[in-house]
């Protein structure tokens, strides 16, 4: 069964750091651009980084931009999304996703093949 998990995700003061984990099984992420999406209530979905296979190329929301970084290792088969100086805008359930493609990745949600179930990421005081 082709499965992507996140993890990583809770609460968090404003200013606090949190690393998700998006970790696959059941297909290596060799060949998968994987896409951080989040969703906050009465909100439509937002793409917020994602990173090409061929060469590890990145792409971050200007409202995540300079905070967020996003990196992969494939030896681990397991994309991270690095987030700090978190503001409670930031606030919303956070989804991996994977595109089989070799192209640059894009946050265009609907290119995507496989999804996570998704990690609750809240920061409040």
């Known amino acids: 069964q082709l499965q992507l998990v996140e993890s990583g995700g809770g609460l968090v003061q404003p200013g606090g750091s949190l690393r998700l984990s998006c970790a696959a099984s059941?297909?290596?992420?060799?060949?998968?651009?994987i896409g951080w999406f989040r969703q906050a209530p009465g909100k439509e979905r937002e793409g917020v980084s994602c990173?090409?296979?061929?060469?590890?190329?990145?792409y971050h929301a200007d409202s995540v931009k300079g905070r967020f970084t996003i990196s992969r290792d494939n030896a681990k088969n397991t994309v991270y999304l690095q987030m700090n100086s978190l503001k409670p805008e930031d606030t919303a359930i956070y989804y991996c996703?994977?595109?089989?493609?070799?192209?640059?990745?894009?946050?265009?949600?609907?290119?995507?093949?496989?999804w996570g179930q998704g990690t609750q990421v809240t920061v409040s005081s």
């Open positions: 996703a994977g595109e089989f493609t070799r192209a640059p990745c894009t946050v265009f949600d609907f290119r995507y093949d496989y």
């Open positions: 059941g297909f290596t992420l060799d060949y998968y651009a």
């Open positions: 990173i090409s296979v061929s060469d590890a190329s990145t």
